[in-house]
């Protein structure tokens, strides 16, 4: 099978790689570009844990393809921090312990970060409603969501 030449931005980079025609963005962050933040909980869309942003949308990057990133602006987990300075999103994550095993705090602070940027001061039913689609095995969510308000009310401030 023949590779797809890509060209894409991402975390403010510019990128270039080949992929195979049926291979997943998400495969491509981790085997190809080295950018392991998202991870693979179900392959299905069901529970987050890839979440990355393409163009401004919060997407499940195991139902796009790798080729469909040609010309796109994609952020990644990997991009949330500058240097050793925390995200406002991932220091309230870890100031609120609103996380356990790591899995799903990669979608989570990605799917925070498109909600606050689109909604600077949500509702404790809007943060629960904008992270509906990640699951957490390990915890329930009261400190995930109290970590989202107080990094919005950080945002706001800044």
Do not use: W
């Amino acid at each position: 099978m023949a590779g797809v030449a890509v060209s894409t931005t991402i975390n403010g980079d510019h990128v270039e790689y080949l992929c195979q025609p049926d291979e997943t963005l998400l495969d491509v962050l981790r085997d190809r570009l080295g950018l392991t933040g998202a991870k693979e909980g179900c392959g299905t869309g069901d529970c987050g844990a890839c979440s990355v942003i393409v163009d401004n949308r919060l997407v499940c990057s195991c139902l796009v393809l790798g080729a469909e990133a040609e010309g796109r602006q994609i952020e990644t987990i990997e991009g949330m921090a500058h240097g050793d300075q925390l995200h406002p999103l991932q220091q309230k994550f870890l100031e609120h312990a609103a996380l356990q095993c790591g899995i799903c705090t990669p979608g989570f602070l990605i799917a925070a970060k498109d909600l606050l940027a689109k909604n600077p001061s949500p509702t404790e039913e809007e943060i629960r409603f904008g992270l509906a689609g990640n699951l957490c095995r390990c915890t329930g969510y009261d400190k995930i969501v109290r970590a989202v308000q107080d990094a919005a009310n950080v945002m706001k401030g800044a």
